[in-house]
């Protein structure tokens, strides 16, 4: 994840990823380092290598739908299991700057049909940024828990659209 910069974020999201995959959701494991570190730092960021996964892509079929919404139920299922307390902390809670930076950058990332689906939503998702940032205070009675905030098709993994892996954390 290029927006975290520093170890401690980077192990906690290693431990939920064990504990997410210990609860049956499919997820790549971590590999140590020559060093057996799971973590290594290359100049600002902190990286990660994880197990190579073989499939394909979500190619967009009704099963791999399917398959997807019950990996986004499992995800969710096993983040609400996490312990509370010191291991159950909030990584980053995403501010309005942030969505609205990356609105400005992801179009430039790859071109094709996201590039074009971000342009053309532009005004829409601003918009629901302020929504959500004019209701904030209103949200803050609701319970909380992590969720994966990155779910698109590169980030799913299929054999014979069967859900192998769920990528990014």
Same mark, same amino acid.
């Given at each position: 994840?290029?927006?975290?910069?520093?170890?401690?974020?980077?192990?906690?999201?290693?431990?939920?990823?064990?504990?997410?995959?210990?609860? #049956? =959701?499919? !997820?790549?494991?971590?590999? @140590?380092?020559?060093? $057996?570190? %799971?973590? =290594?730092?290359? $100049?600002?960021?902190?990286?990660?290598?994880?197990? &190579?996964?073989? #499939?394909?892509? &979500?190619?967009?079929?009704?099963?791999?739908?399917? *398959?997807?919404?019950? #990996? =986004?139920?499992?995800?969710? +299922?096993?983040?609400?299991?996490? /312990?509370? $307390?010191?291991?159950?902390?909030? !990584? %980053? =809670?995403?501010?309005? *700057?942030?969505?609205?930076?990356?609105?400005?950058?992801?179009?430039?990332?790859? $071109?094709?049909?996201?590039?074009?689906?971000?342009? *053309?939503? %532009?005004?829409?998702? !601003?918009?629901?940024?302020?929504?959500?940032?004019?209701?904030? @205070?209103? &949200?803050?009675?609701? #319970? +909380?828990?992590?969720?994966?905030?990155?779910?698109? /098709?590169?980030?799913? !993994?299929?054999?014979?659209?069967?859900?192998?892996?769920?990528?990014?954390?």
């Amino acid at each position: 994840n290029i927006l975290i910069k520093d170890q401690d974020t980077l192990e906690y999201i290693a431990m939920v990823g064990e504990f997410i995959r210990n609860e #049956g =959701v499919p !997820i790549p494991s971590l590999l @140590d380092t020559k060093d $057996g570190k %799971k973590q =290594v730092r290359c $100049g600002d960021f902190w990286w990660e290598l994880s197990e &190579f996964v073989p #499939g394909d892509h &979500f190619r967009g079929t009704e099963n791999e739908l399917r *398959e997807v919404a019950r #990996g =986004v139920a499992l995800v969710h +299922s096993a983040f609400a299991k996490l /312990p509370q $307390g010191e291991t159950a902390r909030s !990584i %980053k =809670v995403w501010r309005s *700057e942030d969505l609205l930076s990356l609105l400005d950058i992801l179009p430039t990332i790859g $071109g094709g049909e996201n590039s074009a689906l971000i342009t *053309e939503s %532009k005004s829409f998702l !601003i918009e629901q940024v302020a929504l959500v940032d004019k209701n904030r @205070d209103s &949200f803050k009675h609701h #319970g +909380s828990q992590l969720v994966h905030n990155d779910f698109h /098709p590169h980030n799913t !993994i299929f054999i014979a659209e069967q859900l192998q892996a769920v990528l990014d954390l």
